[in-house]
């Protein structure tokens, strides 16, 4: 997260109005907390049911999967 969370914020905030930049960080932050907690469980269900390795091996798909998401919107 010290990698890609001031990343993140930088870009809701270069990318929101002006008048409102505080609502969407304010967003941002909300859906991210929302996100870690499927997550979360999904890691730990991985880590019992499969093995240590399983969640690691997951996120590494959705987070390749997820940057062709990105730049294929943007």
């Known amino acids: 997260m010290g990698l890609t969370e001031g990343v993140e914020k930088a870009f809701v905030a270069d990318n929101s ?30 880590w019992n049911i499969i093995g240590p390795s399983a969640p690691f091996y997951f996120g590494a798909i959705t987070g390749i999967l997820s940057g062709f998401a990105f730049l294929i919107l943007i």
């Open 17 to 46: 109005p002006r008048e409102s930049k505080a609502t969407f960080l304010g967003m941002h932050a909300t859906l991210v907390g929302i996100g870690l907690l499927p997550a979360s469980i999904i890691a730990g269900l991985l």
